[in-house]
Structures are given as C-alpha cells and as structure tokens.
T-cell receptor
Framework: DGGITQSPKYLFRKEGQNVTLSCEQN?????MYWYRQDPGQGLRLIYY???????QKGDIAEGYSVSREKKESFPLTVTSAQKNPTAFYLC?????????????FGSGTRLTVV | AQTVTQSQPEMSVQEAETVTLSCTYD???????LFWYKQPPSRQMILVIR??????QNATENRFSVNFQKAAKSFSLKISDSQLGDTAMYFC??????????????FGKGITLSVRP
C-alpha cells in the first residue's frame, strides 16, 4: 500500500546531540513537508521541498536542517541549535501542484530531550 | 500572512447529537482553500473535508458539513449524529490558491472534541 513512513516512532535525544528523523513515501509525490506539533500550538511548518535537491524554509526553520536527494525521502535533522526540540513531528506529501486536494501525512515521530 | 483561529480549545458532545466546531481566518487573498483535519488518539492526521473559496455551496462529506461564510471569513464544521470514533483533535487549515508547487497549509491551534457515550 502506498503511504508515508516515519521512523522511529519515538526518539530520545541528549542535550547537544543532533538527531535525524526519517520520512519516506512511495506515493510518487513531488512535494514533501515537515511540521512540528506542540500542545496548544497547532502544526507549524519547518521546511518543505517541491522537487529533488531543492527545499525552502518554513516558519520555524531555525535549528533544523533537511535534504532532498531522492524523491522518496525527506529526512529532518534536529540540530543542537534547536533549544526546545521536544515535540511531535509530522511529515506530509502532495503530488506536484495538487496540494489543494490536501496532504497525506505520516504517523509522526515523538522526539524527547533527556 | 494568513492566520487561522480556533478559539475553543475543547468541546464535548453526547453521542448521536450534533456539534459545531468554529474556525475563523484572516487573509487578503480572494482565492483559497480551507480544510478540516482530524487527529484521533493515534495521532494520524486525516482529511475530513475541504472547501474551495470560489464555490458558494458548502461542502459535505457524509455526517460532516461546513458552513462557509466568505465575507465573515468563517469556516465552521458541523458533525451530525456524533459517534464515539469522532473523538479527536480537529484542525482547521488554510491554503492559498494558484501557488502551484508552493502549496502550504497554515493550521489553527486545534480543538479537542470528546464524544460522550
């Protein structure tokens, strides 16, 4: 079945460490997105990518980095510069130019700083 | 920039009854799309319904319908015959039209809906 796979489901990070969240899709979608969800804050856009080897910052990109080397993959790295990384992270995708029909979401990764 | 406001953080409804979730938005755009997403306890985001701003007719999907008031910039979701499985967080979201590959969703803060048996 086609869909978006996010891994791991739970991730723990020590202070000062970089961690990478995986997002893979087999929907042949061109566009991919990363959102952060905090209680009472809704979903906020971190980064998005419309095509391979191209990506743009969203509203809260500081402390995060991404890459888009393959159409299927859009990993998110949470760097040590992100001061409050504990949150739920959601990856999404849409066919190119067809985002108006809504996004397909992954099941999310819960990141906790220990 | 667009903003989406969901002013009610929580609501509760008796099973089989009807409930309306409120959403307002602010934009200078004339063409756009509005969405309601559901996030159950599994945290999987599910698209409930979408509305195209240039269509006056309100969208419906089975038990879910919207009341879209463009002039008032209001987009409420009505759930009829509420079921226990409707218990979830509901997010209202906005997307500008004609952005092609740059389609981005702006979300409200969400509302937690509890359906009581």
């Amino acid at each position: 079945d086609g869909g978006i796979t996010q891994s791991p489901k739970y991730l723990f990070r020590k202070e000062g460490q970089n961690v990478t969240l995986s997002c893979e899709q087999n929907l042949n979608h061109d566009a991919m997105y990363w959102y952060r969800q905090d209680p009472g804050q809704g979903l906020r856009l971190i980064y998005y990518s419309q095509i391979v080897n191209d990506f743009q910052k969203g509203d809260i990109a500081e402390g995060y980095s991404v890459s888009r080397e393959k159409k299927e993959s859009f990993p998110l790295t949470v760097t040590s510069a992100q001061k409050n990384p504990t949150a739920f992270y959601l990856c999404a995708s849409t066919p190119g130019g067809l985002g108006v029909y809504g996004y397909t979401f992954g099941s999310g990764t819960r990141l906790t700083v220990v | 920039a667009q903003t989406v406001t969901q002013s009610q953080p929580e609501m509760s409804v008796q099973e089989a009854e009807t409930v309306t979730l409120s959403c307002t938005y602010d934009t200078s755009e004339n063409n756009y799309y509005l969405f309601w997403y559901k996030q159950p306890p599994s945290r999987q985001m599910i698209l409930v319904i979408r509305q195209e701003a240039y269509k006056q007719q309100n969208a419906t999907e089975n038990r879910f319908s919207v009341n879209f008031q463009k002039a008032a910039k209001s987009f409420s979701l009505k759930i009829s015959d509420s079921q226990l499985g409707d218990t979830a967080m509901y997010f209202c979201a906005f997307m500008k039209a004609n952005t092609g590959a740059n389609s981005k969703l702006t979300f409200g803060k969400g509302i937690t809906l509890s359906v009581r048996p």
